[in-house]
């Protein structure tokens, strides 16, 4: 069975940290571009961040620039979302995507572009 699995989410205080998996059984990640997205109650999932197959190139939404870090370890088969000074606003939950072929920049970050998506993981930034 195919399965993209995230960890890592929680209760975090404004300006706290968490650091994200994403974790794949069934398949490798290798040459798959992946994605983290994050959606909250009523409103759209968004593109947060995405790294190419082999972590050299990236892409970041403007809101996490310079915050969050998006890395892989292709031997472990996970991808990873580090997330520094949290805000309220970065409340949402999260899910990881992967998608075969060549990175993209303008596309990575867009939801229609992946085939394959986790279940989620709820990151809650609160004092």
């Known amino acids: 069975q195919l399965q993209l699995v995230e960890s890592g989410g929680g209760l975090v205080q404004p300006g706290g940290s968490l650091r994200l998996s994403c974790a794949a059984s069934?398949?490798?990640?290798?040459?798959?571009?992946i994605g983290w997205f994050r959606q909250v109650p009523g409103k759209e999932r968004e593109g947060v961040s995405c790294?190419?197959?082999?972590?050299?190139?990236?892409n970041y939404l403007d809101s996490v620039k310079g915050r969050f870090t998006i890395s892989r370890d292709n031997a472990k088969n996970t991808v990873y979302l580090q997330m520094n000074s949290l805000k309220p606003e970065d409340t949402a939950i999260y899910y990881c995507?992967?998608?075969?072929?060549?990175?993209?920049?303008?596309?990575?970050?867009?939801?229609?572009?992946?085939?394959?998506w986790g279940q989620g993981t709820q990151v809650t930034v609160s004092s």
């Open positions: 995507a992967a998608r075969a072929g060549p990175f993209t920049p303008s596309m990575c970050l867009a939801r229609g572009w992946y085939g394959s």
């Open positions: 069934g398949f490798t990640l290798d040459y798959k571009t």
């Open positions: 790294i190419s197959s082999s972590g050299a190139m990236t």
